[in-house]
């Protein structure tokens, strides 16, 4: 089982709020949270699907994470440019599966943590919509998709 995970929106706010406590304002005051789900879910694997991968140094994107989920992080989705139209409409969705198809993984079950719904299909099934960070709600969701879908497949990729 693999989770696509994007940074800005669900591992901490897009943007600071003045409505939040300064602590929740700050990088990956949501990780925390996440990684406490994740350690549930040791044969879970991670590829970062965020925009980090494209502008910000590698160590800077893995260095955030405690050391025993660095270990899970098996790549990032690719990059793909949209030069010219037509453009594509669900881009972090086809960015998906064109990693799970480049790395032979076509079958895995995966999830996608995400604060942004234009870049998935409509209802997609494999989004956790994560509209103002991963709270309660979405951890209660990832829990129980992960535990569904963890329990079809054997606790494997």
């Given at each position: 089982?693999?989770?696509?995970?994007?940074?800005?929106?669900?591992?901490?706010?897009?943007?600071?709020?003045?409505?939040?406590?300064?602590?929740?304002?700050?990088?990956?005051?949501?990780?925390?949270?996440?990684?406490?789900?994740?350690?549930?879910?040791?044969?879970?694997?991670?590829?970062?699907?965020?925009?980090?991968?494209?502008?910000?140094?590698?160590?800077?994107?893995?260095?955030?994470?405690?050391?025993?989920?660095?270990?899970?992080?098996?790549?990032?989705?690719?990059?793909?440019?949209?030069?010219?139209?037509?453009?594509?409409?669900?881009l972090?969705?086809?960015?998906?599966?064109?990693?799970?198809?480049?790395?032979?993984?076509?079958?895995?079950?995966?999830?996608?943590?995400?604060?942004?719904?234009?870049?998935?299909?409509?209802n997609?099934?494999?989004?956790?919509?994560?509209?103002?960070?991963?709270?309660?709600?979405?951890?209660?969701?990832?829990?129980?998709?992960?535990?569904?879908?963890?329990?079809?497949?054997?606790?494997?990729?």
């Amino acid at each position: 089982m693999i989770i696509f995970l994007d940074f800005d929106g669900v591992l901490h706010p897009f943007f600071p709020r003045k409505d939040l406590p300064a602590e929740e304002n700050q990088l990956f005051s949501y990780l925390p949270r996440l990684e406490g789900v994740l350690r549930d879910f040791p044969a879970l694997k991670i590829v970062i699907a965020s925009s980090w991968r494209i502008n910000r140094p590698w160590e800077n994107v893995i260095n955030a994470f405690s050391l025993d989920i660095t270990a899970r992080i098996i790549g990032t989705t690719p990059v793909l440019i949209q030069k010219e139209p037509p453009y594509r409409r669900h881009l972090r969705y086809e960015e998906i599966l064109n990693f799970l198809n480049n790395n032979n993984l076509s079958a895995a079950q995966w999830i996608a943590l995400d604060d942004d719904p234009e870049l998935y299909p409509a209802n997609c099934q494999y989004l956790i919509l994560c509209a103002d960070g991963f709270h309660d709600a979405e951890e209660k969701s990832l829990r129980e998709v992960l535990s569904m879908r963890m329990q079809s497949i054997g606790g494997s990729l």
